[in-house]
């Protein structure tokens, strides 16, 4: 196993090198970079995505070092879109405060050598470093993460295996209506109408609309922080969950069946013991290998596409609300850094994976196979 986990481990080296390169050449082509995000707040014509809550600052102060020095001369020529009458050596600082006076492969080979010794620099529009801004939206999303794959698997295993034993009766039929038309439901949308109804949209005001604390949470005590924390993640939690359950009940309940139905169940049958006994002494280990072992991935997933437009639309300050921002004001910086720890973070939970497979069934050997 040890030598399994090393081949892994080294495996991730050029799996996040290719990531980070296809990434880097695909951003670099795409129109609309830094400097024409600066031109274009010079001119008036910017359009920036900022954070509804507070204390973001995204936007607010857009290369200041170069701002001052605007002095538009008629006539000039550029290869940056829109930048026609900008004074030429403002471009040239503005190229060489971004480091883009120097060669694709130059700032590439720049980039990896930092991340190497995890200095993902400082970001382009904000007076932090990319780091310190990670760390900072890093427990807003781990928090929806861990709280909707944890709330998804308590509900979907239990109706999964009811679902299993109950097969082709009323209830298998009506709940399979209900966690279908949940899953068809897309989670903004269902957000969406949370607020409506339960957030001062229209009916009730039961909870509040953004963030996760109140703003006097420092001077509560413990266990009214606990309640007001609970208080503020019930519709986003609500939100993200609810079309969660329809991958994971099915699994559940197919894996349960396809157990159910081999020999070894019917031998066990026969031998008189308990349906209790066989379900959970027999099936049970068997069938949840693929369910227990997919949590890491189910975490990795939540984090990569269900936080988004949730932490927008309930203004979380997370770090899918910081991606979003960073790619519609082409913050590389932040973009590159946020891209590596996503990576790097899913590799990891990947090898994790595995790690449960054999944790849940020992039979299962690694060490034979090849990576």
Same mark, same amino acid.
């Given at each position: ?26 951003? #670099? ?20 995505? %900022? ?13 200041? #070092?170069?701002?001052?020095?605007? +002095? ?37 080979? *720049? ?6 010794? &995890?200095? &993902?620099? !400082? ?7 990319? /780091?310190?801004?990670?760390?900072? *939206? ?7 993460? =861990? @709280?909707?794959? &944890? ?11 009811? !679902? ?10 009506w709940s399979s209506a209900a966690i279908i038309a949940g899953y068809a439901i ?5 957000? /969406? ?28 005590? @413990? ?6 924390? $609970? ?21 559940? !309940?197919?894996?349960? =069946?396809?157990?159910? +139905?081999? #020999?070894?169940?019917? %031998?066990?049958?026969? !031998?008189?013991?308990?349906? +209790? ?38 203004? =979380?300050?997370g770090m899918g609300l910081l991606g979003f921002e960073a790619a519609i004001n082409?913050?590389?910086? /932040?973009?590159?850094?946020? =891209?590596? &720890?996503?990576? $790097?973070?899913?590799?990891?939970? +990947? ?21």
């Open positions: 196993m040890l030598a399994y986990i090393l081949r892994r481990l080294l495996l991730m080296i050029p799996t996040l090198f290719g990531i980070m390169v296809l990434n880097f050449l695909i951003v #670099q082509a795409a129109p609309g970079g830094p400097i024409e995000q600066i031109v274009a707040k010079l001119q008036g014509n910017a359009v920036e995505a %900022t954070a509804r809550v507070s204390g973001s600052s995204s936007g607010d102060s857009l290369a200041p #070092q170069a701002l001052h020095e605007n +002095n538009a001369s008629g006539g000039t020529a550029s290869r940056y879109r829109g930048a026609q009458g900008v004074d030429p050596e403002l471009i040239k600082e503005l190229e060489h405060q971004f480091g883009f006076d120097q060669p694709l492969h130059v700032r590439f080979f *720049k980039m990896i050598g930092d991340y190497l010794t &995890f200095d &993902f620099g !400082k970001s382009y529009f904000r007076d932090e470093r990319v /780091v310190e801004l990670v760390i900072s *939206k890093m427990p807003v999303s781990i928090s929806l993460g =861990l @709280w909707t794959t &944890f709330i998804v698997y308590l509900v979907s295993i239990p109706l999964g295996i009811r !679902k299993a034993v109950k097969d082709g009766s009323p209830f298998d039929m897309p989670s903004f949308l269902f957000a /969406v109408l949370l607020i409506v109804v339960f957030a001062g949209g229209r009916y009730f005001e039961w909870f509040p609309l953004r963030g996760l604390t109140s703003d006097t949470w420092v001077d509560m005590a @413990w266990p009214e922080r606990i309640v007001d924390y $609970l208080w503020h993640i019930a519709l986003p939690i609500t939100a993200m969950v609810i079309g969660g359950f329809a991958s994971l009940t099915m699994l559940t !309940k197919n894996s349960f =069946l396809d157990e159910i +139905n081999k #020999q070894y169940v019917l %031998t066990a049958r026969a !031998k008189g013991l308990s349906e +209790n006994r066989v379900l959970y002494g027999h099936v049970f280990r068997n069938a949840m290998l693929l369910v227990i072992a997919g949590f890491p991935s189910a975490f990795i997933g939540v984090l990569f596409t269900g936080a988004l437009l949730i932490e927008v639309i309930f203004s =979380l300050d082409r913050d590389y910086p /932040v973009m590159f850094g946020t =891209l590596y &720890f996503f990576t $790097l973070l899913g590799l990891v939970m +990947n090898l994790i994976g595995d790690l449960i497979y054999v944790t849940v069934d020992p039979r299962i050997d690694f060490e034979s196979r090849e990576v």
